[in-house]
């Protein structure tokens, strides 16, 4: 994937409402990831390419979203949306002509992710599990310093000038209440700040469609109040805390 003038795109989700609290967005798709995390809910975005993929121009995109009025923003999602060149010039040219455009990703590429979150209204930054225990989760040999280098890239941009999401998909037994806090740590420690509406939030698993058949029922999903405990607790770290949850949405804990 080293074509700098498109994208692969899997997919468009005309709009949603649960990705960013109060705003209506479209959701982009981008095809493929570099992580291969058991309770994917993308699973078949994992391959870097299918049959079916085929690039995408800016041109196309902004004609795609052209006649949808509903919308208040756009988020590039995946997949990883870092791992292809082309993803910070779309960023630009969407953001010229669409008043809010945020991005989700793994955190594997600072280098991608800085260049594009000055272009940003909200950078969202999936931890996958505590630091130390990426290795078994994420199912591949990761470059764990990259990682570190993309939270401390955002911790500092949540103090200095714009909305970041730190998100952790709260998934037993494969994550523990201890990866949790071992995580609201490491934001403590980084500095991670309240400003523009930043928050940690902790998401509740659930076994959709999208996760492999096979795992689907390998991770717990928790009640909201088995959440909301621990989201009191990771207060304790002097961090911004919310939860997302099918039940009640996206609230500030
Ligand atoms: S990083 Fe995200 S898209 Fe990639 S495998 Fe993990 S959950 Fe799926």
Avoid at 47 to 53: D, G, I, L, Q, V
Avoid at 103 to 123: E, I, K, M, Q
């Amino acid at each position: 994937m080293d074509n700098e003038t498109g994208l692969y795109i899997a997919g468009m989700k005309s709009q949603s409402f649960v990705d960013e609290p109060g705003k209506t967005v479209a959701m982009i798709y981008l095809q493929g990831c570099n992580f291969n995390c058991g309770f994917c809910h993308n699973s078949a975005l994992i391959p870097m390419f299918t049959r079916e993929s085929k690039m995408t121009s800016v041109e196309q995109l902004l004609e795609s979203l052209a006649d949808n009025f509903l919308i208040d923003g756009v988020v590039f999602t995946g997949g990883e949306p870092t791992l292809q060149p082309g993803i910070v010039d779309f960023v630009k040219a969407v953001r010229a002509k669409i008043p809010f455009v945020g991005v989700d990703t793994n955190g594997s590429n600072p280098a991608r992710l800085a260049a594009a979150s000055p272009h940003l209204d909200r950078v969202a930054m999936d931890f996958k599990t505590s630091l130390d225990n990426y290795p078994r989760v994420v199912g591949k040999d990761v470059n764990v310093d990259k990682v570190r280098e993309s939270i401390d890239l955002l911790c500092a941009r949540s103090r200095e000038f714009g909305r970041v999401e730190f998100r952790l998909t709260y998934a037993p037994p494969a994550i523990t209440v201890d990866d949790v806090m071992a995580v609201a740590d490491h934001l403590m420690q980084a500095g991670f700040s309240g400003n523009h509406g930043s928050r940690f939030v902790i998401q509740q698993y659930l076994g959709s469609d999208g996760v492999r058949e096979a795992n689907r029922k390998s991770y717990e999903t928790v009640v909201v109040d088995k959440l909301r405990i621990i989201a009191t607790n990771v207060k304790e770290f002097q961090i911004p805390v919310a939860i997302r949850c099918q039940e009640l949405g996206y609230f500030v804990v």
